[in-house]
């Protein structure tokens, strides 16, 4: 029998990879693509519209748009991979620690998490961040610690399940250490939907980055980042509407893109959760 050609058999997933992998193209060879420099400012161009020189328009320091949307996708990309890789091994790590030794160390980390989630998120991270003063760093600490709990209450509840089963304990019967009960039989079993999880969530976290920049607790300028060209721009919303068009189209499309290439992993990895 032919084995069937995995990105055939999976064409969602095909889809949005190759868009996701033309995104990150996009990140990468920001410095070949974009036609000039993002901070370059030329007063006499301020708020310019859309023209062959400056195909989206220009920003009120006359900066190219379309430049600064395209090195926006680094910027964006980048701390939003740092996001999902911090908030996913903070997490994964207390839950496995909480769920596996239990007793007073369960305790005390799963009050916390239930701390964190008793109150909105988005408003305790612009909290957070507000303490913390507002650049890229402190959002992503401020994102991290309002959404780490997530990922520990689901990764306990997996480590409580899988050390019930028999191959666990019979480890701890032969002696083995607890790392490597840890590493061996529990992380590998939990691995992929943890993994699933955090596909999932890109789109989220990439929306939320720009949210605290848009407010003002993110980005700082002259940085180019999307969330914070938003924020620019809505005070010359009527008067030059590009400014926020094209940020606010960007943002849309990845965040798309991302939750759907999310979604097509997980039908893939967990069929189970398939409709």
Not at 49 to 68: H, N, Q, T, V
């Amino acid at each position: 029998m032919k084995k069937k050609n995995f990105f055939l058999e999976h064409k969602q997933f095909t889809i949005f990879f190759i868009l996701a992998l033309a995104i990150a193209g996009v990140a990468i060879f920001a410095p070949w693509i974009a036609p000039k420099d993002p901070l370059e400012a030329v007063m006499t161009d301020s708020l310019k519209a859309p023209c062959k020189e400056y195909p989206l328009g220009a920003d009120k320091l006359g900066r190219d748009l379309l430049s600064r949307v395209i090195y926006g996708t680094r910027t964006s990309l980048v701390y939003t991979l740092i996001l999902v890789a911090t908030i996913f091994v903070t997490g994964t790590v207390l839950g496995i620690i909480a769920g596996y030794f239990g007793g007073w160390i369960d305790q005390v980390i799963m009050r916390v998490a239930d701390m964190m989630i008793s109150f909105p998120g988005m408003i305790l991270a612009i909290a957070i961040a507000g303490m913390l003063g507002a650049s890229l760093r402190n959002g992503v600490i401020a994102i991290t610690a309002v959404s780490w709990p997530k990922y520990a209450r689901l990764a306990r509840s997996m480590v409580l399940k899988l050390k019930r089963n028999l191959y666990v304990e019979a480890a701890v019967v032969n002696g083995t250490s607890t790392a490597k009960i840890l590493w061996r039989h529990i992380l590998p079993n939990m691995l992929t939907t943890m993994t699933v999880t955090a596909a999932a969530d890109m789109g989220t976290m990439m929306l939320e980055l720009a949210s605290l920049s848009f407010l003002g607790f993110g980005a700082v300028a002259p940085t180019p980042e999307w969330g914070l060209m938003l924020n620019e721009g809505r005070t010359y919303m009527a008067k030059a509407p590009w400014l926020m068009i094209a940020p606010g189209i960007a943002i849309v499309i990845v965040v798309v893109v991302f939750n759907m290439l999310g979604d097509s992993i997980r039908d893939i990895l967990d069929p189970r959760q398939e409709n």
